[in-house]
């Protein structure tokens, strides 16, 4: 059997998650890393030097752009040239990949710069309704927010009445960056969604969004006009796409497209953005991040 037809074998029984070439996971083998192409359920199709020569048995770790790693034992399926295949001895958590494939399409659409060597302070144990009501935000507000799911508490989610919810510093960011879109005409439910995309892409948050002092939110499609359905199928496919069948999936990612927020970056005081986040748009809100974040930081002192 041929490299091709083990290849094709595995890509009709586990589907194959591909990654942008600036984004790629990698595979730790002792103090050697390579670059994985596109990775399954059942094995990596990784790149090498026509030189490396790999043993019968792998035995190593995979880690992802956002950080999280997973140890693996496989052995080679095929090699050329200076591409290899590697076939896991047991396979990935179908939920895990699943979660990945959301983050790099997010990522890639968002084009968040590569910091690997920056990492977000450790956020508190946690703060709590107190702290964001000093924050300016009235209690009837918080409470309703959190029933709709507007906000989430990323420490703690009180399961009874006698719980409380505890957040994060950066759930308290983004808390407050939610009711500003809010003040700038942006509907709660759609100013929810943007920020939850913005999170998801972090999978860490913070680790890139404490960087960058701007963002931009491109208006496409009005959002109201969206049917009720496929604004549920587009939350739904942030938190568990399974839940959604094939069409439904691909739909939603489709309309997720329309409200993707970007990372501008700062060049000598020049901000860029990629021209295709102006596509179809009527206009563009740009965000200044950084502000939000010291406003909030100067209040919890």
């Not at 030189?51 to 792998?58: A, G, K, P, R, S």
């Not at 956002?66 to 047991?90: M, N, P, Q, Y």
């Not at 890639?108 to 009501?133: Q, V």
Request: glycine letters at 4%.
């Amino acid at each position: 059997m041929t490299s091709a037809e083990k290849e094709t074998i595995e890509k009709r029984k586990y589907p194959r998650l591909k990654f942008d070439s600036e984004k790629m996971p990698v595979l730790k083998l002792g103090d050697k890393e390579y670059e994985i192409e596109n990775i399954s359920q059942g094995g990596i199709r990784l790149l090498k030097g026509r030189e490396v020569l790999f043993e019968d048995i792998v035995d190593g770790e995979v880690v992802f752009p956002d950080g999280e790693s997973v140890k693996i034992e496989g052995t080679i399926a095929w090699e050329h040239e200076d591409v290899v295949g590697l076939s896991f001895r047991d396979i990935l958590s179908e939920d895990m990949l699943d979660e990945k494939e959301r983050v790099a399409f997010l990522q890639t659409k968002i084009s968040i710069p590569k910091l690997a060597s920056f990492e977000a302070p450790d956020p508190p144990s946690g703060y709590t309704k107190k702290d964001l009501m000093a924050l300016g935000f009235s209690s009837d507000s918080i409470d309703e927010w959190l029933e709709k799911g507007y906000i989430e508490p990323s420490v703690q989610r009180a399961e009874g009445p006698e719980d409380e919810n505890f957040f994060s510093r950066f759930d308290l960011y983004a808390v407050k960056l939610f009711k500003y879109l809010v003040d700038c005409s942006i509907s709660e439910e759609k100013a929810s969604l943007m920020i939850k995309i913005l999170v998801l892409a972090e999978k860490k948050p913070g680790r890139y969004l404490y960087e960058n002092a701007y963002l931009a939110f491109p208006n496409k499609v009005d959002f109201d006009t969206i049917p009720e359905g496929m604004r549920n199928n587009m939350k739904t496919w942030l938190v568990d796409k399974n839940k959604l069948t094939e069409g439904e999936r691909k739909n939603a990612k489709e309309s997720l497209k329309n409200f993707i927020p970007a990372v501008l970056r700062e060049n000598n005081k020049i901000l860029s953005i990629s021209s295709s986040v102006f596509n179809n748009c009527t206009d563009i809100l740009v965000v200044n991040f950084k502000k939000i974040r010291l406003q909030v930081d100067r209040t919890l002192k």
